[in-house]
T-cell receptor, first 116, second 113 residues
Framework: SAVISQKPSRDICQRGTSLTIQCQVDSQVTMMFWYRQQPGQSLTLIATANQGSEATYESGFVIDKFPISRPNLTFSTLTVSNMSPEDSSIYLC?????????????FGPGTRLTVL | DAKTTQPPSMDCAEGRAANLPCNHSTISGNEYVYWYRQIHSQGPQYIIHGLKNNETNEMASLIITEDRKSSTLILPHATLRDTAVYYCIVRPTWTDTGNQFYFGTGTSLTVIP
């Protein structure tokens, strides 16, 4: 199994600023993902973080707002840019080894972001 | 997009079996059924998954109907620590485009003392 850690665990930010969230996996993984969970809601996939190339974004999410890096097989960052109160959510990192459907997918503890 | 339908909430008495249903009527033959749960303020936790046959592990049992259009997650002896949101997810056995998880709305299970 893979253990995922995220930094920071929570933050309170001012409108118009940016925050970078770090995700570290304790083993090399093929696939890494970023999710958003708005208050009282389910998880929504933001993007797939691709190692060595640009992330693949889901409908409704764009690179200018949520730039993502993945420099190697164990680490990724998500930046929430030019934040507004609507960006207040929990952001979760997730990882999986391989494309096969029977590989378990692991989730980090999340980063709780509050934008004032 | 999520391809599953679950009741929004359920209650279960402590010590009794919790049976959580999931409808996935549009599931295709090459899609797994996965169950995850999310305890408040934590990341989702894997429970179990299956393709065609019923499955059991130390946490739960998964019963998949013969036509595969629905399934039931069974927690045999629910405890207060099983209070969580339970997500049923379908996922292809293989894709070349990431094989992402898409979450539906889930079922909020409350275990009552």
């Amino acid at each position: 199994s893979a253990v995922i850690s995220q930094k920071p665990s929570r933050d309170i930010c001012q409108r118009g600023t940016s925050l970078t969230i770090q995700c570290q996996v304790d083993s090399q993984v093929t696939m890494m993902f970023w999710y958003r969970q708005q208050p009282g809601q389910s998880l929504t996939l933001i993007a797939t973080a691709n190692q060595g190339s640009e992330a693949t974004y889901e409908s409704g999410f764009v690179i200018d707002k949520f730039p993502i890096s993945r420099p190697n097989l164990t680490f990724s960052t998500l930046t929430v840019s030019n934040m507004s109160p609507e960006d207040s959510s929990i952001y979760l990192c997730s990882a999986r080894e391989g494309l096969a459907g029977n590989n378990e997918q692991f989730f980090g503890p999340g980063t709780r972001l509050t934008v004032l | 997009d999520a391809k599953t339908t679950q009741p929004p909430s359920m209650d279960c008495a402590e010590g009794r079996a919790a049976n959580l249903p999931c409808n996935h009527s549009t599931i295709s033959g090459n899609e797994y059924v996965y169950w995850y749960r999310q305890i408040h303020s934590q990341g989702p936790q894997y429970i179990i998954h299956g393709l065609k046959n019923n499955e059991t592990n130390e946490m739960a049992s998964l019963i998949i109907t013969e036509d595969r259009k629905s399934s039931t997650l069974i927690l045999p002896h629910a405890t207060l620590r099983d209070t969580a949101v339970y997500y049923c997810i379908v996922r292809p056995t293989w894709t070349d485009t990431g094989n992402q998880f898409y979450f539906g709305t889930g079922t909020s299970l409350t275990v009552i003392p």
